[in-house]
């Protein structure tokens, strides 16, 4: 019984310290993955379901020098979608450019200005092809300008009891579409006015925010509207695929 009693006390001591080496010990973190890898192209895809929708769609975004003769120009968001697929998100032909990128997920928020004038939607399309897809697209996007084509526009999204209550095809005014070449991503907007007013002519951003510009949408800055709020969510999008792809450490935490 002695024997006995002193191999079930040995057993615990044995597990007790092997319980205690698992607790104390520190797993060795994975491996990291490469900037431009595959596993870097796919990993970034996750950015959609692990970034807060403010940090994507911040709830005002400021532009200095971002309207028409450098003036300061800001914006409110005052609606954001649930996270949809990409049917019927386009005109059509853009459908069928957008293809081979992909649609794992569709964001999109609208916004508007400070004095309520105009409205813009802001979409950003979380793509599920391949990189090398994703890099053909891009390329053929710049090499064919199809940025200025009338015919390749993404839609807006209406929020009832809004300024952009009335935002729909025909009120659109500019745009501006920005494909990324080495991630998943399209990030695009597209702008309007607040009253509703039909627009005929569409114009992209480029042309709407060119020095001595005449039509509606670039002396309304239509044009800077949708730059501004593209390059705001892009730039926001960058700072959330890093935080993804490299957190930060918090092994200092524990000394001391």
Same mark, same amino acid.
């Given at each position: 019984?002695?024997?006995?009693?002193?191999?079930?006390?040995?057993?615990?001591?044995?597990?007790?310290?092997?319980?205690?080496?698992?607790?104390?010990?520190?797993? /060795?973190?994975?491996?990291?993955?490469?900037?431009?890898?595959?596993?870097?192209? #796919?990993?970034?895809?996750?950015?959609?379901?692990?970034?807060?929708?403010?940090?994507?769609?911040?709830?005002?975004?400021?532009?200095?020098?971002?309207?028409?003769?450098?003036?300061?120009?800001?914006?409110?968001?005052?609606?954001?979608?649930?996270?949809?697929?990409?049917?019927?998100?386009?005109?059509?032909?853009?459908?069928?450019?957008?293809?081979?990128?992909?649609?794992?997920?569709?964001?999109?928020?609208?916004?508007?200005?400070?004095?309520?004038?105009?409205?813009?939607?802001?979409?950003?399309?979380?793509?599920?092809?391949?990189?090398?897809?994703?890099?053909?697209?891009?390329?053929?996007?710049?090499?064919?300008?199809?940025?200025?084509?009338?015919?390749?526009?993404?839609?807006?999204?209406?929020?009832?009891?809004?300024?952009?209550?009335?935002?729909?095809?025909?009120?659109?005014?500019?745009?501006?579409?920005?494909?990324?070449?080495?991630?998943?991503?399209?990030?695009?907007?597209?702008?309007?006015?607040?009253?509703?007013?039909?627009?005929?002519?569409?114009?992209? #951003?480029?042309?709407?925010?060119?020095?001595?510009?005449?039509?509606?949408?670039?002396?309304?800055?239509?044009?800077?509207?949708?730059?501004?709020?593209?390059?705001?969510?892009?730039? /926001?999008?960058?700072?959330?695929?890093?935080?993804?792809?490299?957190?930060?450490?918090?092994?200092?935490?524990?000394?001391?």
């Amino acid at each position: 019984m002695l024997a006995a009693a002193c191999l079930v006390v040995g057993l615990g001591l044995v597990g007790g310290a092997v319980a205690g080496a698992v607790i104390t010990h520190t797993p /060795h973190p994975p491996a990291p993955v490469a900037d431009g890898s595959p596993q870097a192209f #796919a990993q970034a895809r996750d950015v959609w379901r692990n970034t807060p929708v403010d940090k994507l769609f911040p709830p005002s975004v400021d532009g200095k020098n971002g309207g028409p003769g450098g003036a300061d120009r800001s914006w409110t968001r005052i609606g954001v979608a649930a996270p949809a697929r990409c049917t019927g998100a386009f005109d059509p032909l853009l459908q069928q450019v957008l293809a081979p990128a992909g649609c794992a997920r569709l964001l999109r928020a609208t916004y508007v200005d400070s004095t309520s004038t105009t409205v813009t939607t802001v979409g950003l399309l979380v793509g599920s092809g391949q990189a090398p897809a994703m890099n053909a697209l891009a390329k053929r996007w710049t090499d064919q300008h199809l940025g200025e084509r009338i015919d390749l526009l993404p839609k807006p999204v209406a929020f009832p009891g809004t300024p952009a209550a009335r935002f729909g095809d025909r009120q659109r005014g500019s745009w501006d579409v920005q494909v990324s070449a080495d991630l998943p991503f399209v990030v695009y907007a597209v702008s309007g006015f607040a009253d509703g007013r039909t627009v005929p002519q569409p114009q992209p #951003a480029d042309k709407a925010d060119a020095q001595g510009a005449t039509t509606a949408p670039a002396q309304a800055g239509l044009g800077f509207d949708a730059t501004g709020l593209a390059s705001a969510v892009d730039d /926001h999008l960058q700072t959330a695929v890093a935080a993804l792809r490299h957190p930060p450490t918090t092994g200092s935490e524990h000394h001391g």
